[in-house]
T-cell receptor, first 108, second 114 residues
Framework: GDSVTQMEGPVTLSEEAFLTINCTYTATGYPSLFWYVQYPGEGLQLLLKATKADDKGSNKGFEATYRKETTSFHLEKGSVQVSDSAVYFCALRDKIIFGKGTRLHILP | DVKVTQSSRYLVKRTGEKVFLECVQDMDHENMFWYRQDPGLGLRLIYFSYDVKMKEKGDIPEGYSVSREKKERFSLILESASTNQTSMYLC?????????????FGSGTQLSVL
């Protein structure tokens, strides 16, 4: 069946470090892919999305490219901030499947 | 902005109680969803609804039921609460059936069953 696998957390980085959170998926067809972010005490909110192969989603300095050949949608940011500390979820939309989430801690 | 409101932020119930979790959205969305969020397990879909009075089982429906009598309201019911239902419950909605649409989430209800 369809599934999403993302890297285990927590991930701890220093401010201004480069971030990559890996996400791979298994699905029939070509589902839309999403990254959601959950800040402490809040529900999830959409960070970015891509709807077809080679699309790049971007928002707030984060980027992710829909790679059909590697079935991946890795999240990247060139220089993280303390305010980026949150839990990040990769998701595919056909059957509304989420990864297990990756908790990110940014140290000042 | 779309607002998805969950009636309680924290709830404490006893084993065997019948529990109602309420969710209301204010943007006339067709689709509504209930998830539970547990450490190390991420979000798991309990039930969803694509229309009034319509419901579909998600991945983990056992021990739960839902009600959608009006378009804006989607209730999750724990018929007889058990300790393994202690969790964070998240409600979400989306406008229609397109797979490109994002989900809008409520802030969650942290349920503790003692």
């Amino acid at each position: 069946g369809d599934s999403v696998t993302q890297m285990e957390g927590p991930v701890t980085l220093s401010e201004e470090a480069f971030l990559t959170i890996n996400c791979t998926y298994t699905a029939t067809g070509y589902p839309s892919l999403f990254w959601y972010v959950q800040y402490p005490g809040e529900g999830l909110q959409l960070l970015l999305k891509a709807t077809k192969a080679d699309d790049k989603g971007s928002n707030k300095g984060f980027e992710a490219t829909y790679r059909k050949e590697t079935t991946s949608f890795h999240l990247e940011k060139g220089s993280v901030q303390v305010s980026d500390s949150a839990v990040y979820f990769c998701a595919l939309r056909d059957k509304i499947i989420f990864g297990k989430g990756t908790r990110l801690h940014i140290l000042p | 902005d779309v607002k998805v409101t969950q009636s309680s932020r924290y709830l404490v119930k006893r084993t065997g109680e019948k529990v109602f979790l309420e969710c209301v959205q204010d943007m006339d969305h067709e689709n509504m969803f209930w998830y539970r969020q547990d450490p190390g397990l991420g979000l798991r879909l309990i039930y969803f609804s694509y229309d009034v009075k319509m419901k579909e089982k998600g991945d983990i429906p056992e021990g739960y039921s839902v009600s959608r009598e009006k378009k804006e309201r989607f209730s999750l019911i724990l018929e007889s609460a058990s300790t393994n239902q202690t969790s964070m419950y998240l409600c979400a909605s989306s406008p229609g059936s397109s797979t490109n649409e994002k989900l809008f989430f409520g802030s969650g209800t942290q349920l503790s069953v003692l």
